[in-house]
């Protein structure tokens, strides 16, 4: 199973970046997917996730009505739109996917993960 994130890089508060996560093909279409964040010297913490059917999603509060997760069947791979970053965005951001459970949307819910992409926010 292997998961690759792309996308990104500096942006001034304000900005927006979207991130890409492709996945192999037979993760993608029957796996949660979710996007991740570390903070240095911060534990890894749950940022936005979405159902296997994309008719469910979750976003933590601290992203609710700037983030969006979506997913392309047909090219594997899910996105990550962030609008109005913030300062705080700054962190590494890693995708995931897992198999739906109670704990779906969280870190421990995840089976595998890629490698991370940084997301850098200037004040």
């Known amino acids: 199973v292997q998961l690759q994130a792309s996308g990104g890089g500096l942006v001034q508060a304000g900005g927006s970046l979207r991130l890409s996560c492709a996945a192999s093909?037979?993760?993608?279409?029957?796996?949660?997917m979710g996007w991740f964040r570390q903070a240095p010297g911060k534990e890894r913490e749950s940022v936005a996730a979405?159902?296997?059917?994309?008719?469910?999603?979750y976003y933590a509060d601290s992203v609710k009505g700037r983030f969006t997760i979506s997913r392309d069947y047909a090219k594997n791979t899910v996105y990550l739109q962030m609008n109005s970053l913030k300062p705080e965005d700054t962190a590494v951001y890693y995708c995931a996917a897992g198999k739906y459970s109670s704990s779906w949307y969280k870190v421990e819910g995840m089976d595998y993960w890629g490698k991370g992409t940084q997301v850098t926010v200037s004040s």
């Open positions: 979405i159902n296997w059917s994309g008719g469910s999603t």
């Open positions: 093909r037979h993760t993608f279409s029957s796996y949660v």
